[in-house]
């Protein structure tokens, strides 16, 4: 009796997983990179943890950097990121072990979305297998790196992240169970 090796749909996603996490793993052990100081550890606003929340909705995104607003051309507005960063210094402190494992299980949670995303919408017809090779070759892209190991580059994978879940709600706004669209 023969038993057959299958690769399901869990196994990919795990395989997934510990791809995205496993390639990043280095990055837990670094330092804070350069301009990290601009949204985390020199910002006088995201120091303040949760009591900074209405000032981080209403000032420039370098506003607790630099006290002045609009100093960058083209004025920088990010409160969603610095306020998870205010709520990561809130709990943690300046630890940059844990702000390199926060942006690693973020990427790992955007491959997640990624795989849903073309299994469901985008490669629907086609073998899984397409997804996970897909999938696998955008976690291992040498061009994410800098995202997951630059921790001010976080507001990128929460970007990412929204932009999928707004595809998905908006195909499933507007195709019909039967594949017609609704419009």
Request: neutral net charge; proline residues 2%.
């Amino acid at each position: 009796m023969s038993t057959k090796l299958t690769f399901s749909t869990s196994h990919q996603l795990i395989v997934l997983m510990l791809l995205a996490i496993g390639l990043n793993i280095n990055t837990l052990f670094n330092d804070y990179a350069l301009d990290d100081c601009v949204v985390l550890t020199q910002n006088s606003i995201v120091k303040q943890g949760l009591k900074g929340f209405q000032k981080l909705f209403t000032t420039d995104y370098v506003y607790g950097y630099s006290s002045q607003s609009n100093i960058l051309s083209g004025a920088r507005y990010r409160p969603l990121s610095l306020l998870l960063f205010a709520v990561e210094y809130q709990i943690f402190g300046a630890n940059p072990f844990i702000s390199h494992l926060i942006s690693a299980l973020l990427f790992a949670l955007l491959i997640l979305l990624l795989y849903k995303l073309l299994t469901e919408f985008i490669f629907k017809e086609q073998q899984s297998y397409l997804t996970f090779i897909t999938c696998m070759l955008f976690a291992v892209h040498p061009i994410h790196t800098e995202v997951i190991a630059n921790v001010k580059s976080r507001d990128e994978i929460i970007t990412f992240i929204f932009i999928i879940i707004s595809m998905m709600a908006i195909i499933n706004t507007y195709v019909t169970d039967n594949g017609r669209h609704s419009y």
